[in-house]
């Protein structure tokens, strides 16, 4: 198949079907780690403790510095202290690999200076616009 119509095909996927399209064959496995553009928007479907802060920050690298939107859900999420938790460390390696971030959801580890550091503004209130 040709790498554009792959691209296509591939353009469609949510996160963890991308995940796993990357396993299909070489050619896919190329397409799918070197196309940044095909990891802007990462939708994580998990329960917090099957993701880990290297599994995350390892997505983050595919987008090659284009990520928009980060997002954890999980149908065991009922309440905010099960959402996912990551450290300050690596919330501000997302964000500094991440120019382009606007949206970070679904998961929480720091109060608002902690947040307003990681996220490099002096604002809290600016830190929970782009935390959501």
């Known amino acids: 198949m040709p790498d554009d119509a792959l691209l296509v095909a591939l353009s469609k996927l949510q996160t963890a079907?991308?995940?796993?399209?990357a396993c299909v064959c070489r050619q896919w496995r190329r397409v799918c780690t070197s196309?940044?553009?095909l990891w802007t928007q990462l939708n994580l479907h998990a329960a917090p403790s099957q993701?880990?802060?290297?599994?995350?920050?390892?997505?983050?690298?595919?987008a090659q510095g284009g990520l928009r939107s980060l997002t954890f859900t999980s149908e065991e999420v009922t309440d905010s202290r099960a959402l996912?938790?990551?450290?300050?460390?690596?919330l501000a390696?997302?964000?500094?690999?991440?120019?382009?971030?606007?949206w970070l959801t679904g998961f929480t580890t720091l109060n608002e200076a902690g947040a307003a550091t990681a996220l490099g503004t002096e604002s809290p209130a600016e830190a929970f616009r782009i935390l959501r």
């Open 17 to 21: 079907d991308l995940c796993s399209a």
């Open 35 to 37: 196309t940044k553009e």
């Open 93 to 102: 390696a997302i964000v500094d690999a991440s120019p382009e971030l606007t």
């Open 51 to 62: 993701i880990t802060d290297s599994q995350v920050l390892a997505l983050v690298a595919r």
């Open 84 to 90: 996912h938790r990551v450290s300050e460390a690596t």
